[in-house]
């Protein structure tokens, strides 16, 4: 099973870019080992549209962006499958020029879409300046985000291995110079 973990978010407006922050964080802690998968990883940006040609030659799809929810604060963590969308999210995305949710609907009208969940939190600042710096709830939330994507990679039969200790804020303040090898290049 080839499996894509996708994050998404424009990291020059704080919260918004936790998806990208988050799967630099990951690649930059775990190794990832499995017998009969490949784990990629690929900051998604706000691609968007251009990262069709890329999520189609996947089986397993895992998007991190931030979500919005009702009754929600900032922080809150959610893991929910992309078809199965509880209806009390609100995924529209938050600055992203074009929304991942409407190129995912495109990839699923065309039946190309591989299984997809989304690793979705609540963001507390969005656009009020540009900067890499994340608010306390989301710096918070890492913890959460890790603890359930590492849940659901075991259950995929993918082990992690940790590489190296790492924060979410060294992380912010250096993934968007970084290069991520174990991924494909878009």
Same mark, same amino acid.
């Given at each position: 099973?080839n499996i894509l973990i996708l994050?998404?978010?424009?990291?020059?407006?704080?919260?918004?870019?936790?998806?990208?922050?988050?799967?630099?964080?990951?690649?930059?802690?775990?190794?990832?080992?499995?017998?009969?998968?490949?784990?990629?990883?690929?900051?998604?940006?706000?691609?968007?549209?251009?990262?069709?040609?890329?999520?189609v030659k996947y089986d397993e799809l895992i998007v991190i962006d931030?979500?919005?929810?009702?009754?929600?604060?900032?922080?809150?963590?959610?893991?929910?499958?992309?078809?199965?969308?509880?209806?009390?999210?609100?995924?529209?995305?938050?600055?992203?020029?074009?929304?991942?949710?409407?190129?995912?609907?495109?990839?699923?009208?065309?039946?190309?879409?591989?299984?997809?969940?989304?690793?979705?939190?609540?963001?507390?600042?969005?656009?009020?300046?540009?900067?890499?710096?994340?608010?306390? !709830?989301?710096?918070?939330?890492?913890?959460?985000?890790? *603890?359930? /994507?590492?849940?659901?990679?075991? %259950?995929? @039969? =993918? !082990?992690?291995?940790?590489?190296?200790?790492?924060?979410? *804020?060294? /992380?912010?303040?250096?993934?968007? %110079?970084? @290069? =991520?090898?174990?991924?494909?290049?878009?």
């Amino acid at each position: 099973m080839n499996i894509l973990i996708l994050g998404i978010g424009n990291i020059l407006f704080q919260d918004e870019g936790i998806g990208a922050h988050f799967i630099h964080y990951l690649d930059e802690k775990y190794e990832f080992e499995a017998k009969e998968s490949t784990v990629s990883i690929v900051d998604g940006g706000t691609l968007a549209q251009r990262l069709i040609p890329e999520i189609v030659k996947y089986d397993e799809l895992i998007v991190i962006d931030c979500i919005d929810a009702d009754n929600s604060k900032p922080g809150d963590v959610y893991f929910f499958d992309y078809h199965k969308a509880p209806s009390f999210i609100n995924w529209q995305g938050s600055a992203h020029e074009v929304e991942m949710l409407q190129t995912l609907n495109m990839i699923d009208m065309n039946k190309d879409l591989p299984h997809t969940n989304v690793l979705g939190v609540i963001p507390k600042r969005v656009a009020d300046d540009t900067t890499f710096e994340l608010s306390k !709830e989301i710096i918070d939330a890492v913890k959460l985000m890790e *603890e359930v /994507i590492i849940k659901h990679l075991k %259950k995929l @039969d =993918i !082990e992690m291995k940790i590489k190296r200790e790492v924060t979410i *804020e060294e /992380i912010a303040q250096i993934s968007f %110079k970084r @290069d =991520i090898i174990n991924g494909p290049k878009i």
